[in-house]
């Protein structure tokens, strides 16, 4: 049940309100500003078709046959093949919950005002969205330039009636028509007038709606991973001093700051490390000691991320775009805002980020099997020798680290020019980003199995570790069950890796 208002105006929509709008706790709402600007920008289009100017988009045909003047008696027609020639996406279909914010971000591109697109348009988009009914659109069909052209036409395709639609029921989400679509929100398909179907098509909504959902539970990760070190230090009864506040401002990088700080308030008032405390033990291996130095680029990489898709999420996308002054007069201007390349580089850089979490968990991973820094029987096995205990969770964990090795490889070197040159270098930002998805799933694998080997040796330690890794193992112990004789983990660890990528430890 919806709780709040999401304003779609072209300039405030964030990463939380689209998950917020994604998982049904808010309804979007197209502001009064909005409105006015894109009725605007809509009269700037009426008045060029009333000049007879011939003006690319509004009575062209589009990418290589630009030059093509076309009738206009022929203008509504021309804008109805746009949209059918370019719904040829393939491949298995977007999530339900992916297109609704897909819609919204479109909507909310087109609310900024420089579209020419007249606002029932968008309102109807909207409307879809909050009664949790949206078009069918298979995933694959988008180069990142041009916008997400293919994916955004079946969007549009449903819109002129043409498509089916799925809509949320009480088990899940079925099939519907588009009659019925339609029906649900008393309106009735839209018959596109000129520039409105290429308002629809061209944009990053894909590839932003992608990017979003990853940063977001990356976000979640890279957190998860600080508490995970932290586990892990106390689980082989590990130093704290590498996480004095002394040595990281000594190098204040910002993350690493944010990083270092956090590890080391949750190893504070650690029973544990006083047992310790007068050991022959100097260092721990890298991948505790230098924890904070590696989770911290991740933070300031998503910092960095997080503030470039809100500016893309708040930007009109599409081309060309109009703009009008006070005196009513407008120029309409061919540009690339549609070009998806600050999205790709940073999904590819991001993925980069996911695999060194991972590759760094997993090596804790590894210490926490090993007697030699635990003190523990190898592999936490109860009958040594007759038992495997968690060997096998560090295997996956490097199976996963293999996927996300391949997952890291970038998206954005793979240019193929389209459309007889005149698109002679696109961003493959939409696979850039998709792929980001996955390389999150795989990450929170990793760093499940992390937690389940560092309780696993925390409930055989007598002391009590830190404060906030006791809260910690509060939090996840109910996803592990006793590991008093071997038995599969596979659901334990997916389950977990679930919660992980969706907050389970944002309470700490």
């Known amino acids: 049940m919806a709780t709040t208002d999401v304003t779609i105006d072209g300039k405030s929509l964030t990463i939380e309100s689209l998950i917020s709008i994604r998982d049904g706790g808010a309804q979007a ?6 409105i006015t600007a894109m009725r605007d920008s809509r009269r700037a289009i009426e008045n060029i078709l009333d000049s007879d100017a011939v003006v690319y988009g509004i009575n062209t045909g589009f990418g290589a ?3 093509v003047q076309i009738d206009k008696a022929d203008l509504a027609k021309l804008q109805a093949n746009l949209i059918r020639s370019h719904a040829c996406g393939v491949g298995e279909l977007m999530s339900p919950e992916h297109v609704l914010m897909m819609m919204t971000i479109r909507a909310n591109s087109l609310a900024v ?18 009664a949790r009914i949206c078009p069918v659109v298979p995933r694959i069909g988008s180069l990142g330039a041009s916008g997400d052209l293919a994916p955004l036409a079946h969007l549009a395709l449903g819109l002129i009636g043409e498509n089916e639609f799925l809509v949320e029921v009480d088990d899940g989400w079925e099939v519907i028509d588009a009659n019925e679509a339609f029906s649900t929100i008393n309106r009735t398909p839209i018959s596109l007038e000129a520039k409105e179907g290429l308002s629809l098509i061209n944009g990053t909504s894909q590839m932003c709606t992608y990017l979003a959902e990853s940063i977001s539970v990356m976000e979640s990760l890279v957190f998860t991973a600080d508490c995970a070190a932290a586990a892990s230090v106390e689980a082989i009864r590990g130093s704290h001093r590498a996480f004095d506040p002394r040595i990281h401002s000594a190098r204040p990088h910002k993350g690493q700051l944010i990083s270092s700080a956090r ?3 949750l190893l504070s008032n650690s029973a544990i490390n006083d047992s310790h405390a007068d050991c022959d033990r100097v260092q721990d291996p890298y991948s505790l000691r230098c924890a904070a130095q590696v989770h911290g680029p991740v933070i300031e990489a998503l910092i960095r991320a997080r503030s470039i898709l809100e500016i893309e999420l708040n930007s009109a996308t599409d081309n060309p775009l109009v703009f009008t002054t006070e005196d009513g007069n407008a120029d ?15 999904a590819d850089n991001l993925a980069v980020c996911a695999h060194e979490l991972g590759s760094i968990s997993e090596r804790r991973t590894n210490l926490l099997m090993s007697p030699q820094w635990t003190g523990l029987p190898a592999f936490l096995a109860v009958e ?5 205990g968690l060997m096998i969770v560090q295997y996956v964990s490097a199976a996963c680290l293999a996927e996300l090795h391949l997952l890291a490889n970038p998206a954005s070197t793979s240019n193929v020019p389209v459309s007889m040159e005149k698109e002679d270098h696109v961003s493959m930002g939409a696979t850039a980003c998709y792929r980001l998805i996955s390389s999150c799933e795989m990450l929170s694998r990793i760093l499940a199995n992390e937690l389940i080997s560092a309780i696993g040796c925390l409930r055989l330690i007598p002391e009590a570790p830190g404060k906030g890794v006791g809260n910690i193992v509060q939090l996840v112990d109910p996803f592990i069950p006793e590991l008093a004789a071997d038995q599969s983990l596979s659901e334990v660890s997916d389950a977990l890796a679930a919660g992980l990528r969706y907050g389970l430890l944002h309470d700490l």
């Open 113 to 130: 005002g420089h579209s020419g697109i007249r606002p029932e348009i968008v309102e109807v988009l909207l409307e879809f969205v909050n």
């Open 29 to 34: 709402k197209l502001s009064d500003s909005a």
């Open 384 to 388: 040594e020798g007759l038992e495997s």
């Open 332 to 346: 309409v201007i061919s540009g690339g805002n549609f070009h998806g390349e600050n999205l790709a580089i940073i």
């Open 65 to 67: 046959m630009s030059s």
């Open 263 to 265: 590890i080391y308030s």
